[in-house]
């Protein structure tokens, strides 16, 4: 059994492991990337966010559009602070070319400057990515750190490990008290909040993914 698989924990303190989960050998032999069909997925995306029709997700339009908002440095191969149908094609391929299954992410949120424990964090795939990219969810610490994970039912097989897909994420804060949400509708039903998990993110890359919410307008 190799030193990772042994200690897991030691290498999910970095925000985004290195290792792919399938390098683990006491486990299923690899973790099987998701299909995702790169042309169509552009050409989807743009079907849902592009409002003006000119071929271009920009301006107000990635307001409604978190995911592709959150990875504008990554997507935008040509610098027009816009993303196209052929810069999302492009950017599956380039998932694709990291050979990754699952990965771990660490997150922090906090509210009004403060952690947020007891908070339910979703990351939510974006729906042009199509089927095979599942929800991820965990509920945040004391210091309002998670690491969210596919539910055991989305998983293949009961043997497949933990963890999150690479992918463009919604991402939902929620929090129950008294049977009432107590965080703003704009980071849960909503939301404007987005995340790319992906090994290059400048979030990730700098191990600093923290959702930084408010209370109030």
């Known amino acids: 059994m190799s030193f990772a698989c042994r200690y897991p924990w030691l290498f999910s303190l970095a925000t985004l492991s290195t290792l792919p989960i399938a390098a683990c050998n006491s486990g299923p032999s690899a973790v099987?990337?998701?299909?995702?069909?790169?042309?169509?997925?552009?050409?989807?995306?743009?079907e849902m966010y592009d409002k003006n029709g000119d071929g271009i997700v920009s301006g107000p339009e990635l307001e409604q559009a978190p995911g592709l908002k959150a990875?504008?440095?990554?997507?935008?191969?040509?610098?027009?602070?816009?993303v196209s149908a052929d810069e999302v094609a492009a950017r599956v391929n380039a998932w694709k070319a990291m050979k990754t299954g699952l990965t771990y992410v660490r997150c922090r949120v906090t509210l009004d400057g403060e952690p947020l424990a007891?908070?339910?964090?979703?990351f939510e795939p974006e729906v042009f990515l199509g089927d095979e990219i599942k929800p991820a969810i965990a509920v945040t610490t004391a210091n309002g750190e998670a690491m969210p994970t596919i539910r055991p039912e989305d998983r293949p097989?009961?043997?497949?490990?933990?963890?999150?897909?690479?992918?463009?994420?919604?991402?939902r804060v929620s929090r129950i008290e008294n049977g009432k949400e107590t965080i703003p509708a704009r980071y849960n039903t909503n939301t404007t909040l987005g995340q790319e998990v992906s090994y290059d993110d400048p979030a990730i890359k700098s191990r600093n993914m923290v959702f930084a919410l408010k209370n109030g307008k």
Do not use: C, F, H, W
Not at 118 to 122: C, D, H, Q
């Open 32 to 46: 099987k990337q998701p299909y995702i069909e790169a042309s169509a997925a552009g050409k989807k995306a743009m």
């Open 71 to 82: 990875a504008l440095s990554t997507l935008d191969s040509n610098g027009d602070k816009g």
């Open 118 to 122: 007891g908070a339910t964090i979703t």
């Open 157 to 171: 097989t009961p043997r497949d490990p933990g963890g999150i897909q690479i992918g463009l994420y919604k991402v």
